[in-house]
């Protein structure tokens, strides 16, 4: 069955899986890609394997820091990742609790503060991340800020930019 675009026979079914083993909740994934040095193309590049195919995703970054802005910059990436991810955690738990969102609209913004990134002050490159999610339901508003709640404590993307995460970097020169 489907409700909200969400496969609850599927999602069930790894749900049990992992009450019978916690290890089928570990999933491992990796976004590798290479720098662009050709002039008018984006400067990186990375394809995407997922379940049914790959998809080819590339950056640029804006004309100010010396990109020339023809793809999305990477913090936008990184606000889409987390758009989508809240609307596919919001959508998947109204699903589970039998709700039936009609509208579901999910917009991300920061303001960044590059003065760090150019070598040129302390100040946070970014203080805060401001989301915005429009709903259409017949559901009681109660019941979708429960579903909000949960998907503020559930969402992986919100987790990532609101708890402090092991960051290792190796560099490979050849």
């Known amino acids: ?80 990742g987390l758009a989508a991810c809240f609307a596919q955690t919001f959508a998947s738990i109204a699903a589970e609790k039998g709700i039936e969102l009609k509208k579901l609209k999910v917009s991300a913004e920061n303001k960044v503060n590059l003065s760090m990134a150019l070598g040129l002050g302390n100040e946070p490159i970014v203080e805060k991340v401001k989301l915005s999610v429009e709903v259409l339901s017949e559901a009681e508003k109660d019941e979708l800020k429960e579903i909000e709640e949960l998907a503020k404590q559930r969402c992986p993307g919100v987790y990532c930019l609101t708890n402090p995460i092991k960051l290792d970097i190796e560099v490979n020169a050849q």
């Open 1 to 80: 069955m489907k409700l909200n675009n969400i496969n609850l026979d599927k999602a069930g079914t790894f749900v049990e899986e992992v009450k019978q083993d916690k290890s089928k909740a570990i999933k491992i994934k990796k976004v590798e890609g290479a720098w662009n040095f050709n002039e008018g193309k984006p400067q990186f590049a990375s394809t995407l394997e997922h379940a049914n195919g790959i998809t080819i995703v590339e950056a640029d970054g804006p004309p100010f820091m010396g990109g020339s802005g023809i793809k999305p910059d990477p913090v936008q990436y990184c606000l889409f």
